[in-house]
């Protein structure tokens, strides 16, 4: 098996006396997107600065493309792309002259791909926060990286905005670039992540396939209970019940089908209606749940 792209052991990070990244363990390999989530201050930006070679780890091993960052970090700068969550371009230039200014070239196409063709004689200044995201992505891909990092690309944007950046990610991946994606949005590491890692407060509390993740979790079912009924009147489930005081039943199961027909037939039979009900499979959003409250499990 080939090298991966970035290989962390043991990473520890500290700010004076406060130590910000306790003992993280990551591997990401080439052509995958690997999503860093996490809850805030969890550690997710000092690990990716400390990837970029913006700082030095207080402990581990950290490769980014085989390469030590924090000792040089001018080999890795060429071979990655970079989307700050704030990037502080020059607000006087256009995008067409900022685009000329980062790499040579006309970039005719990549302008129209992120949809800032119509806008390449517009000011910086004079862009809306989303056009500046679009920018910075624009940016960040002109020199075809093979490795990628994106920090929370999306925020700001509107959902076409957010699909757009979606489908530019989608075609860097099939061109076989490597992604580290930090988000709050889960639903965007959903749709794009390979593999994943839930940090919470300086450690990894969840990682692994997406797949495997959102399968070692429950499923749920959830609806209102009927008026005038006690949970106690609910038929046997395989599944935990729990009844929240807004009259909602929320069940977690493994056994989704099986659960949901005992349900469906008990309501049929009894003339009852279950409003509002749902059933899905775990999503990222229970998993993340799950790892805050330190039910987290790691998959691989
Ligand atoms: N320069 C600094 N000096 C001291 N503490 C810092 C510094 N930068 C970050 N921290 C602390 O380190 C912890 C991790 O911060 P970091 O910005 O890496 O988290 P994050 O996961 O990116 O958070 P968020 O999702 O809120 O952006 C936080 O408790 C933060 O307050």
Redesign the pocket.
């Known amino acids: 098996m080939r090298n991966p792209v970035i290989d962390v052991a043991g990473l520890r990070c500290r ?1 004076g006396d ?1 130590e ?1 990244v306790r003992g993280i363990d990551l591997q990401v390999h080439e052509g995958e997107l690997f999503a860093l989530l ?1 809850t ?7 690990v990716l600065e400390t990837l970029e070679g913006l700082r030095a780890p207080s402990a581990g091993r950290v490769r980014v493309l085989g390469v030590d960052p924090s000792r040089d970090r001018a080999a890795i700068r060429a071979r990655t792309g970079v989307m700050l969550q704030d990037s502080g371009f020059p607000a006087e230039l256009t995008v067409a002259e900022m685009a000329r200014l980062w790499r040579r070239g006309d970039h005719a196409d990549a302008l129209e791909r992120l949809d800032l063709a119509h806008r390449r004689d517009v000011r910086i200044k004079q862009l809306s926060g989303g056009e500046r995201r679009r920018l910075d992505l624009l940016l960040a891909v002109l020199g075809e990286p093979e490795l990628l990092f994106l920090d929370e690309p999306t925020t700001g944007l509107d959902p076409e905005s957010r699909q757009r950046t979606w489908d530019v990610v989608r075609d860097l991946l099939a061109g076989g670039t490597t992604v580290l994606l930090t988000t709050h949005y889960l639903e965007e590491a959903e749709s794009l992540a390979h593999r994943l890692a839930i ?1 919470h407060e300086g450690v990894v509390a969840e990682s692994g396939a997406l797949v495997d993740v959102l399968a070692a979790h429950p499923a749920r079912i959830s609806f209102d209970l009927p008026d005038r009924l006690d949970v106690s009147a609910l038929p046997m489930l395989s599944g935990d019940v729990v009844h929240v005081p807004s009259g909602r039943v929320d069940i977690r199961t493994r056994q989704l089908q099986d659960d949901l027909d005992v349900l469906l037939s008990w309501a049929r039979r009894d003339g009852l209606a279950l409003g509002r009900l749902r059933a899905h499979h775990a999503s990222l959003e229970d998993v993340f749940h799950a790892a805050r409250a330190g039910r987290g499990v790691i998959a691989a």
């Open positions: 700010y406060f910000a996490g805030n201050g969890a550690g997710k930006t000092t940090m």
